[in-house]
């Protein structure tokens, strides 16, 4: 029989439990450490996440915004080429008409003012849009920066909450170790 053997037999049953609880113990260390390692492998995805879902949104936010810039700028070149062509149409009958009688002239200005009306009311309208396609981009804007908060402070709280699991678990440790000093020291 070997010397380990024969001290293994002769190890008082307190001894033998205390080296038991030593292995358990350290086998608890252990997976408590992979465990921490695990969190934190966690947290770190969980920020990348967050992060790459915040630039996939702004990214989105900033595509839709120059969407309707050029939506806007459509808009504004349709309006004035329509302005151009009502001025071009305008004089063009103007000049028919002066050439014309008397009696058209008073047709002439009928038209006149049926064409200002109808030139007012079309830049009334576009303006009313341009108005409407601000109000829109800033209310993006605001909304756009409300969710950038929002995720900061997602961010914020995600990190206070692994801060928090992490000191339980030091301080699990330390409490263990101290336990585990103890149960040596009382050999």
């Known amino acids: 029989m070997s010397d380990i053997a024969k001290l293994v037999e002769e190890e008082p049953d307190e001894l033998r439990q205390a080296n038991l609880q030593l292995r358990q113990m350290e086998q608890t260390v252990f997976a408590l450490r992979e ?4 969190l934190q492998v966690d947290k770190e995805q969980a920020v990348q996440d967050a992060v790459s879902n915040s630039v996939d949104e702004i990214k989105q936010l900033k595509e839709t915004a120059q969407a ?5 700028e459509l808009h504004r070149a349709a309006a004035e080429t329509r302005v151009q062509e009502a001025i071009a149409a305008s004089a063009s009958e103007i000049k028919q008409l002066k050439e014309t009688s008397q009696a058209l002239r008073e047709e002439l200005e009928r ?3 049926e064409k200002a009306d109808a030139v007012q009311e079309a830049t009334r309208a576009g303006q009313d849009e341009i108005r409407q396609l601000k109000e829109t981009v800033a209310s993006l804007r605001d909304e756009l920066e409300t969710m950038r908060f929002d ?3 997602k961010m914020q ?3 206070r909450i692994a801060r928090d699991e992490l000191g339980q678990l030091q301080q699990t ?3 263990m170790r101290t336990e585990l000093e103890r149960l040596k020291g009382g050999k």
């Open 35 to 38: 465990e921490l390692e695990r």
């Open 68 to 72: 309707l810039r050029d939506e806007l």
């Open 111 to 113: 038209l006149q003012v």
């Open 151 to 153: 995720n900061i402070e």
């Open 157 to 159: 709280e995600q990190e």
């Open 173 to 175: 440790v330390v409490e």
